[in-house]
Structure formats: structure tokens, C-alpha cells
């Protein structure tokens, strides 16, 4: 059974950075492709960046290139996002996601979200 727990949300005035991270365990880190998504109050859930199963590919959103990194450690089953430059638009749940396959649409298993909340 596949489980994924976030961390490291919290509350960051705009313009500042976090790091959020999520933690896979179950299953053998590297048989997947990781991602993550967020979704705002009212709004449906997006899409912000993925890496490939050795983390030498990576995909991100417009909204959050140059912004964002996503990096993975796959010694410790963990996957990163570093967030710089945050903005108050970027004020959402944070899910990770993990998937066989690599795509902006991967989404297997899911975590339970962490909150990020950018003050203006």
C-alpha cells in the first residue's frame, strides 16, 4: 500500500520561500514518478510540477517556472518543492502525487495535502 505524507506547509509573506516536502512509503521510491498539484479555495485542482523517476526530467507549470523547484531524494523516499518568489495567487492545498508513468497528469496515489498561504 502506497502512502504519501506532506510537510512543511505553512504561512509566508510574498516574496518569500518555503519548502514543502512528501515522504513515499509502501513501495519502492523509484518505480515512480512524483508531482505536485494544488488546489485553491473554489477553484479546481492544478497541475504545478513533476519528476521523473530518476529526476533527471522535469515538468512545470507556467504559472511557477523559474519559481519553482522540484527535486527528489530517492535514498530517503522524498520528494521536494522548493517555492521562491511566492505570491499570494499561489495560496492553495499542496498535494504530492505519485505515479508509474511520467506526465503532467500523473496522479496514482495521492497525499492529503499541506497548506500553503501567501500574505500580500
Known amino acids: 500500500q502506497v502512502q504519501l505524507v506532506e510537510s512543511g506547509g505553512g504561512l509566508v509573506q510574498a516574496g518569500g520561500s518555503l519548502s514543502v516536502s512528501c515522504t513515499l512509503s509502501?513501495?519502492?521510491?523509484?518505480?515512480?514518478?512524483m508531482g505536485w498539484f494544488r488546489q485553491a479555495p473554489g477553484k479546481e485542482r492544478e497541475f504545478v510540477a513533476a519528476?521523473?523517476?530518476?529526476?533527471?526530467?522535469?515538468y512545470y507549470s507556467e504559472s511557477v517556472k523559474g519559481r519553482f523547484t522540484i527535486s527528489r531524494d530517492n535514498a530517503k523516499n522524498i520528494v521536494y518543492l522548493q517555492m521562491n518568489s511566492l505570491k499570494p495567487e499561489d495560496t492553495a492545498i499542496y498535494y504530492c502525487?505519485?505515479?508509474?508513468?511520467?506526465?503532467?497528469?500523473?496522479?496514482?496515489?495521492w497525499g492529503q495535502g499541506t497548506q500553503v498561504t501567501v500574505s500580500s
Open positions: 509502501g513501495r519502492t521510491f523509484t518505480s515512480f514518478a
Open positions: 502525487a505519485a505515479d508509474t508513468s511520467f506526465s503532467r497528469n500523473l496522479g496514482r496515489y
Open positions: 519528476i521523473s523517476w530518476g529526476g533527471g526530467n522535469t
